[in-house]
C-alpha cells in the first residue's frame, strides 16, 4: 500500500532520478525476474555451491548475498550500498532476513523476491563468525599474500566489511581487486556501512555512477526510496500515528534524539543541548515565561507538531511539559509526539525493528529534521525526505558542543570508517584529501566520508541572491568554492562563481553611469543632501530633547552648565521618560533647595547647631536645622540607592542630608543643589569618629533604646545618634523603622544614618509619613527613578567616560541593550553555568537574535539590516568574550549586526578605589542608557540602572550548584530598587510578621528576594470578578446589564471601585488606591470565590454527619499531640457552606517505584523487585528450607523423598534430570494457567530443568 500512497502524506521531492539510472533499473528488475530464487539459472547454480570451486559451473547470473550486522539503520544504509554494487557489476541481490526483520519491508522488485530463501544451503553457517572468516576473501589473500592471478575462483566468499574487518578484508575497495570477484558467483557481503562514496573513488565504476547520479547527493534517496517500502502492518503503524498526530498540524518537525553513552552524556546537558539547538535555529517558538495561558484563537494562529524519536523519552516529556505549561509567545501552537521509548535498543526483536521502522518514516514525513550526530537512523529518515537536516551534537563528560546544530552540507549518509592505509606506499592516507570533488570529509564524523551537496544548487542561491539586490554598486566578497584545493587554488565552481559576481557587478555599474548621465542625476550631491537631511533630523530631535532638559521640572535652574555637562547634556543621550514628577514633588524640592541652602554646610545655622554638638545634649540649643548625615556602607550601588532612600526620609523628616563622602566616592557626582553643597566638610568634628563601629555602636539609637527597655518618654533627646541600618544591625536598631520612636528622633538635631538599603518601601508602611509621600508619588514605582534623576549627576570626569564610550560603540546602534551580570559566588556559579542560563534568557526573550551555524558571512546590506549593540557590565570577561566570539563567529540568521562591548572587567570588586568606582558609576549610568535591561537578581548595581533608566527589566537568575533557574529570567513587575532586609518581628505582638502582607497594596515581596520588600503601583486583585469599566466620555457602548457587573460611572459617589480623580493607565481606569475600599470589595465579593466560581464545589445539605466530620478538620490540630496538623485557617466556628467530599487519591510518586533512588533503578520492573533486599533474603532461606527439606542421602539420593514424580503432580507431565549440583533456584507465578514454572541451574553445564505442576499441588521435584 505505501508504495502509492506515500505521496499522499509527503510533497513532491525536487530530485529528479536520471533517464540512465530508470533504465538500469528497469534492466535490473528483468535480470532479477530471471534470476531470482526458484529460478532455473538460481538452481543450476545453488546445485555445485557446496564444491566451492567454479569449475564445470555454467550460469548466466552472478549473486550478491546481504548479510545483516548491527540496529536497523546500519542495516537500511548497507542494503542500499550493496543494491548499488549489485547494478554495477551485474549481480543479482538477495538480502538474508531473519525472523527480527520479518514483515517490515515490501518486496521491492516486481513478480519476485529478494529474500534469500530459508533453505539455502549456507543459511547456518552465514551466521558463524568462524565459517565467515575461513572462506572471506581477505582471509585469501592474506594466504596467497595478495594475489590471486594464479587462482581459480570458488564458487562463493564473503566480503567482511562490517564492525572489525581487517587491511586484507578492505582491499575490496581497490580497483585490481574487481576483476578477481567478478568470477566469483556467489559473494555473502556482511556490512553495517554506507560505503557508497568509496565506490565513487574506484575508476571501474567511476563513469557509470556519475552517469547513475548526476546530483551526487542524491544518491541514498532515490535509493532508499525504490527499496525500502514499509509493509502493510508497518504502514499501518505509520499512517495511524500520523493522521492521529501529525497531519492537523501547519508545520511538522521531526527531532531525532541518539545518545551512545547515557552515563556520559547526561539526560539534562542533552536536553539543553537539544533546546539550545530548536531556540538557535528558530526550529520552535520561544515559550512565554510570564504569561500562564495562550491567547484567543486566530485565524492567523499556526501549529506545529513536533515528533519526537529517541529511546529514552526524558528528551519528550520535558519538551511536552515546557510548551504544555507556558504559551508559545507568538501564539503558535506547538505539540510534541513520541510514538516509543522502547529505553535501549533490542536485537532480534521484530516488533522492535517494526516500530523503528515507524518512526523513521514518520521523520521523513516531516518539513524540519533535526538528527543526531553518527547516527544512521537519522542517515535513514533525512535520505527518504530529502532533506538537509540540522545535525545534533550531544554532549559528552565535560564537552559541551557549540554551536550545538549546524545544517548538513548534503542529505547522504556518512560513510564510517572507509579505508586509509595504501598498501602500495605503505601509509596511512586521508582519503578525504584525495582528488575527487565529490567526496569530502563528514561533518558529524571527523575520519567518514561523505557526498556533498551539487555545486549548482549553491550557483543557484548565488544567482538569486544577487537578482534580489538594489540597484546600487556593491562589494562582493566571494567565499571560495568548497572545492577548491587551498587558498592559492581556484576549483571550476569558485572561478564561475567570481565571472558571474564581475559581470553583474559591472552591470550596475554600467546602468547607474548612464542613468546619471543622461539625467543629471549626481550622486555626490544627492548624497550630500541626505547627510544634511540627516543633520536637520538629528537637529529636530535633539531640539526636542533640550524642550524637556529640566527633566520635567525636577531640575532646578541657576546652574552653571559647564561645571556638570551631565545635568543638561544626559537628554540627548536618552529617551524622554513617560513618568512625569507630581506638582507636590517639585514644590517640595524647591523648598528644599531654599533649606539646604539656608542650612548647608558653613552657613550660620550650621555653624551654629555644630558649636555644641560635643556636649551631646540638646539643651540650651536653638536652631532651626536639623541634620541627616549619610555614611557610605559596601559598594557603589548600595550606596546609591541608601543615599536616595536617606534624602527622602530627610524630606518628610524636613532635615538637611550631608554625605560623608571619603577619597574613593570623589569626584564621582555633581552637586545636586544649586548654590549649596550636600558635601559634608572633612573638618567635620566627629569625621574621624565615624569610622569606628566602637563609637557608633556606643552612641546608636538601638544601644539607647535597648537600655532604656525601649522608653524614650523620659528621655532628653541627644545633640546626635547614629542610626545604625546596615549590615549586622539587631532588632533595637530595627526600631527605627515603628512610627513611635519618629516623634523622638524629631528632635534630635544631628542624625548620622548608616545604610546599604533602600528602604523607602518602609516608609510607605508608617502612617506619620503615609500620606505625604503618597502625595509626592502618586505612582508608586517611580520612587527611585524621579530621586534618582534628581539627585546623581555623573560628574565631567565621569561623564567623560560614559559619553566617548557611548559615542565609540554605542550611538550609532540601532538599538542598545544593557546586560548587567552580577555572580556573588564563583565558585558555587560556574561560569558555564552562568553563560547557559545568559543565553537561554536571550533566546527565550528573543533579546538577541539567533545565530546562523551555517553561512560564515554576512549578506549584502539591505535597508531593513537592522544593528544591536550589547553593553555588558560584569566584573569578569568570560561573558562578554563567550557573547563576542559567537557572535563574531557566526552572523545572526535575520542579518542583524550584533556587537558586544564592555568598558571595563575588574575581576574583584576593589573597595577603596576611587577609580574603580568612577568606572563603576560609567557602567551603571551606560546601562541606563539602554533600551532593553538585563539585570542579575539581587544586583544594586542593577537596581540603579534600571531606575535612572524608568525601564522594568528581565530579571537573570544565575544558577546556584546543582540548582538551574528555570525559567533564566523573568520580568520586573516594577522599576523599583528591592529592600532586602526589612525588619519582620512586631514587638508588641512578639513574634515574626510577614511584612510583604500588611494592608499596603504598594508594598509587596520582590520577584528576586523572597523575602524582600519593593514598591508597586497597584495591588493584583486575585480571585475578584471585577472588570475596568471606561468613563462615560471615552465609552462608546453602554455597559452590560449582568449582576456581576459594577455599577455605572454616572454614580461615582456611590461606587466603590472608581472616584472622580482615578488616573487612566493605557486608556483605562485603575482600581483604587484606598485600601479601606479594596478590603470593602473584597468583603463584598466573598461570593465570586466559592460555588461556581471556585472549582464548581456544591453546597450540600448539612447532615449531623458532615457537621461533625468539618468540627473535627477545625479542630484537626488538637487531635493527636504526637502528629503535627496544620491548624485551621481562622479561629471563627463558622463551618464552609461550599465543600466536597471525595477520595484522595495517592500520585504515582507514592508508589514503590516511585521511592527508589537512581541507584536503584534497574532496567525492568523484575529486576527492580528481585534486587529488593527483603526479597533477596527471603529467596535465599525458602531454597535452604527446600535443600534441607530434600537433600537426599545414602541409597535413596536418586529417589524423590516421599513421593514420585509422578505422584507429586498428580499425572501431571514432568521433565526430569538427575544431577547432583544445583545452584540456584526461580520460582515465577504464570497467572494464566495458576501455575508455577521453576527453573534449576545446575553445574558448570548449566543444564536446564524445566517442569510444570499445579500451584500448591506439587511440593518438589528434582
Not at 167 to 180: I, M, N
Not at 204 to 213: N, P, V
Not at 496 to 524: P, Y
Not at 1001 to 1019: A, I, M, S, T, Y
Amino acid at each position: 500500500m505505501e508504495k502509492y500512497q506515500s505521496v499522499l502524506y509527503r510533497k513532491n521531492s525536487p530530485h529528479k532520478p536520471s533517464a540512465y539510472l530508470l533504465s538500469k533499473l528497469r534492466n535490473y528488475e528483468e535480470l532479477h525476474k530471471r534470476c531470482g530464487p526458484y529460478t532455473e539459472s538460481y538452481n543450476r547454480t545453488l546445485q555445485k555451491l557446496d564444491t566451492n570451486r567454479t569449475e564445470n559451473i555454467t550460469t548466466d547470473c552472478n549473486y550478491l548475498v546481504w548479510l545483516p550486522a548491527q540496529g536497523l539503520g546500519n542495516r537500511i544504509i548497507s542494503t542500499g550500498s550493496s543494491f548499488l554494487y549489485a547494478l554495477l557489476t551485474n549481480r543479482v541481490l538477495l538480502v538474508r532476513y531473519a525472523a527480527d526483520m520479518d514483515d517490515l519491508f515490501c518486496e521491492p522488485f516486481p513478480n519476485t523476491s529478494w529474500l534469500l530463501p530459508k533453505e539455502f544451503p549456507l543459511w547456518n553457517q552465514s551466521d558463524d563468525p568462524g565459517h565467515r572468516y575461513f572462506h572471506s576473501y581477505g582471509k585469501l589473500l592474506k594466504n596467497n599474500n595478495r594475489d590471486t592471478s594464479t587462482l581459480l575462483p570458488p564458487s562463493f566468499l564473503y566480503l567482511l566489511i562490517a564492525g572489525d574487518f581487517d587491511y586484507y578484508d578492505r582491499l575490496f575497495y581497490q580497483d585490481e581487486h574487481q576483476a578477481f570477484l567478478e568470477k566469483v558467483p556467489w559473494l555473502f557481503q556482511r556490512s553495517d556501512e554506507y560505503f557508497v562514496p568509496s565506490l565513487f573513488l574506484m575508476k571501474s565504476f567511476k563513469q557509470d555512477i556519475a552517469t547513475l547520479f548526476p546530483d551526487k547527493e542524491t544518491v541514498f534517496h532515490h535509493l532508499g526510496r525504490y527499496l525500502f517500502h514499509p509493509s502493510n502492518q508497518a504502514w499501518g503503524l505509520i499512517t495511524r500515528f500520523y493522521e492521529a498526530y501529525l497531519a492537523k498540524a501547519d508545520e511538522r518537525l521531526g527531532l531525532q534524539v541518539r545518545v551512545f553513552h547515557p552515563k556520559d552524556s547526561p539526560s539534562e546537558k542533552v536536553t539543553n543541548t537539544i533546546l539550545g539547538c530548536l531556540q538557535q535555529e528558530k526550529l520552535l517558538p520561544q515559550p512565554n515565561p510570564v504569561q500562564t495561558f495562550a491567547a484567543s484563537p486566530s485565524k492567523n494562529q499556526t501549529s506545529k507538531a513536533v515528533l519526537v524519536a529517541s529511546l529514552y523519552s526524558v528528551y519528550y516529556e520535558h519538551l511536552k511539559n515546557m510548551y504544555w505549561l507556558k504559551p508559545s509567545v507568538d501564539g503558535e501552537i506547538v505539540g510534541i509526539h513520541q510514538p516509543s521509548h522502547e529505553g535501549s535498543q533490542h536485537f532480534g526483536d521484530n516488533m522492535h525493528n517494526l516500530k523503528a521502522l515507524a518512526e523513521i518514516y514518520l521523520l521523513s514525513l516531516s518539513d524540519v529534521l533535526v538528527t543526531s550526530a553518527s547516527s544512521t537512523f537519522g542517515y535513514v529518515a533525512q535520505g527518504l525526505a530529502g532533506l538537509r537536516p540540522w545535525i545534533l551534537f550531544l554532549p559528552f563528560q565535560q564537552w559541551t558542543p557549540d554551536p550545538p546544530c549546524r545544517r548538513a552540507m548534503s542529505l547522504e549518509p556518512c560513510f564510517h570508517a572507509p579505508p586509509n592505509y595504501d598498501f602500495r606506499a605503505h601509509k596511512v592516507i586521508d582519503i578525504g584529501n584525495l582528488d575527487d570533488p565529490h567526496v569530502r570529509v563528514c561533518e558529524d564524523r571527523e575520519h567518514g566520508l561523505k557526498l556533498p551537496g551539487s555545486q549548482s544548487r549553491a550557483m543557484e542561491e548565488l544567482l538569486l541572491l544577487l537578482l534580489l539586490l538594489p540597484m546600487k554598486v556593491r562589494v562582493f566578497l566571494v567565499r571560495a568554492s568548497p572545492f577548491s584545493r587551498g587558498p592559492l587554488c581556484w576549483g571550476r565552481g569558485s572561478f564561475t562563481a567570481v565571472v558571474i559576481t564581475c559581470v553583474i557587478a559591472f552591470s550596475l555599474l554600467l546602468m547607474a553611469t548612464i542613468i546619471s548621465s543622461k539625467s543629471g542625476f549626481d550622486l555626490s550631491v544627492k548624497f550630500a543632501e541626505v547627510k544634511v537631511l540627516e543633520q536637520k533630523v538629528e537637529t529636530v530631535s535633539n531640539s526636542s530633547h533640550f524642550k524637556d532638559k529640566s527633566l520635567g521640572g525636577l531640575l532646578a535652574p541657576g546652574f552653571d552648565e559647564k561645571s556638570c555637562l551631565s545635568r543638561y547634556q544626559s537628554v540627548l543621550y536618552r529617551k524622554n521618560s513617560p513618568h512625569k514628577p507630581s506638582a507636590y514633588l517639585l514644590s517640595k524640592l524647591r523648598k528644599y533647595e531654599e533649606l539646604h541652602k539656608r542650612c548647608g554646610p558653613y552657613t550660620e545655622s550650621y555653624n551654629r547647631t555644630l558649636q555644641k554638638l560635643d556636649t551631646n545634649s540638646t539643651e540650651n540649643i536653638t536652631t532651626d536645622c536639623n541634620y541627616l548625615v549619610w555614611l557610605p556602607a559596601q559598594g557603589l550601588g548600595n550606596r546609591i540607592i541608601s543615599t536616595a532612600s536617606s534624602f527622602l526620609y530627610a524630606l518628610l523628616t524636613n532635615r538637611v542630608l550631608l554625605v560623608r563622602y571619603a577619597a574613593d566616592m570623589d569626584d564621582l557626582f555633581c552637586e545636586p543643589f544649586p548654590n549649596t553643597s550636600w558635601l559634608l566638610p572633612k573638618e567635620f568634628p566627629l569625621w574621624n569618629e565615624f569610622d569606628d563601629r566602637g563609637h557608633r555602636q556606643f552612641h546608636s539609637y538601638g544601644r539607647l533604646l535597648k537600655i532604656n527597655n525601649r522608653n524614650t518618654s523620659t528621655l532628653l533627646p541627644p545633640s546626635f545618634l547614629y542610626l545604625q541600618l546596615s549590615g549586622k544591625f539587631d532588632y533595637y536598631d530595627r526600631l527605627f523603622y515603628q512610627d513611635e520612636h519618629q516623634a523622638f528622633l524629631e528632635k534630635v538635631p544631628w542624625l548620622f544614618q548608616r545604610s546599604d538599603e533602600y528602604f523607602v518601601p518602609f516608609l510607605f508602611l508608617l502612617k506619620s509619613f503615609k500620606q505625604e509621600i503618597t502625595t509626592l508619588f502618586p505612582d508608586k514605582e517611580t520612587v527611585f527613578h524621579h530621586l534618582g534623576r534628581y539627585l546623581f549627576h555623573p560628574s565631567n570626569q565621569a561623564w567623560g567616560l560614559i559619553t566617548r564610550f557611548y559615542e565609540a560603540y554605542l550611538a550609532k546602534a540601532d538599538e542598545r541593550l544593557g546586560l548587567q551580570v552580577r555572580v556573588f559566588s564563583p565558585k558555587d556559579s560556574p561560569t558555564w553555568k552562568v553563560i547557559d542560563s545568559m543565553l537561554a534568557c536571550f533566546q527565550q526573550e528573543k533579546l538577541l537574535p539567533q545565530l546562523d551555524p551555517n553561512q560564515t558571512f554576512e549578506v549584502s546590506p539591505s535597508k531593513e539590516q537592522t544593528s544591536k549593540a550589547v553593553l555588558v557590565a560584569s566584573l569578569y570577561s568570560a561573558y562578554y568574550e563567550h557573547l563576542k566570539n559567537i557572535y563574531w563567529l557566526k552572523p545572526s540568521v535575520d542579518g542583524e549586526i550584533v556587537g558586544i562591548y564592555q568598558p571595563s572587567h575588574e575581576e574583584s570588586q576593589h573597595f577603596g578605589d576611587n577609580m574603580h568606582n568612577v568606572k563603576a558609576w560609567a557602567e551603571i549610568y551606560l546601562l541606563s542608557l539602554s533600551d532593553v535591561l538585563v539585570t542579575s537578581a539581587w544586583s544594586t548595581f542593577g537596581y540603579v540602572a534600571q531606575g535612572l533608566a524608568g525601564l522594568r527589566p528581565w530579571i537573570l537568575f544565575h544558577p546556584n550548584r546543582d540548582w538551574t533557574p528555570d525559567p533564566p529570567c523573568i520580568r520586573a513587575m516594577s522599576m523599583e530598587p528591592c529592600f532586602h532586609a526589612p525588619p519582620n518581628y512586631d514587638y508588641k505582638a512578639k513574634k515574626v510578621i510577614d511584612i510583604g502582607n500588611l494592608e499596603d497594596p504598594h508594598v509587596r515581596h520582590c520577584e528576586d528576594v523572597e523575602h524582600g520588600l519593593k514598591l508597586f503601583n497597584q495591588e493584583p486583585v486575585i480571585g475578584l470578578s471585577w472588570e475596568p469599566k471606561l468613563p462615560a466620555l471615552l465609552s462608546s457602548a453602554t455597559s452590560s446589564s449582568s449582576k456581576n457587573s459594577v455599577k455605572s460611572l454616572d454614580e461615582p459617589q456611590s461606587s466603590g471601585l472608581w472616584r472622580p480623580n482615578s488616573e487612566l493607565v493605557d486608556g483605562l481606569f485603575v482600581a483604587p488606591n484606598d485600601p479601606a475600599k479594596l478590603n470593602k470589595i473584597r468583603r463584598k465579593q466573598l461570593k465570586d470565590s466559592s460555588g461556581k466560581n471556585w472549582f464548581d464545589m456544591p453546597a450540600p445539605t448539612m447532615t449531623p454527619e458532615l457537621k461533625k466530620e468539618l468540627q473535627l478538620l477545625k479542630l484537626r490540630g488538637a487531635m493527636d499531640p504526637k502528629r503535627h496538623y496544620k491548624r485551621a485557617d481562622s479561629k471563627s466556628k463558622q463551618l464552609p457552606k461550599y465543600f466536597q467530599v471525595g477520595t484522595v487519591i495517592e500520585s504515582a510518586t507514592e508508589f514503590y517505584s516511585g521511592r527508589l533512588t537512581k541507584k536503584e533503578r534497574k532496567a525492568t520492573l523484575a529486576d527492580e523487585l528481585l534486587s529488593d533486599p527483603n526479597l533477596q533474603a527471603y529467596r535465599k532461606r525458602k531454597v535452604r528450607e527446600i535443600e534441607e527439606k530434600h537433600r537426599p542421602g545414602g541409597n535413596e539420593k536418586w529417589k524423590i523423598k516421599g513421593l514420585t514424580v509422578k505422584e507429586a503432580c498428580k499425572g501431571k507431565e514432568a521433565l526430569t534430570t538427575h544431577t547432583k549440583y544445583y545452584r540456584t533456584v526461580e520460582m515465577l507465578k504464570s497467572w494464566s494457567n495458576e501455575s508455577i514454572e521453576c527453573k534449576f541451574s545446575f553445574g558448570k553445564n548449566f543444564e536446564l530443568l524445566t517442569f510444570r505442576c499445579l500451584l500448591l499441588d506439587c511440593t518438589y521435584a528434582r
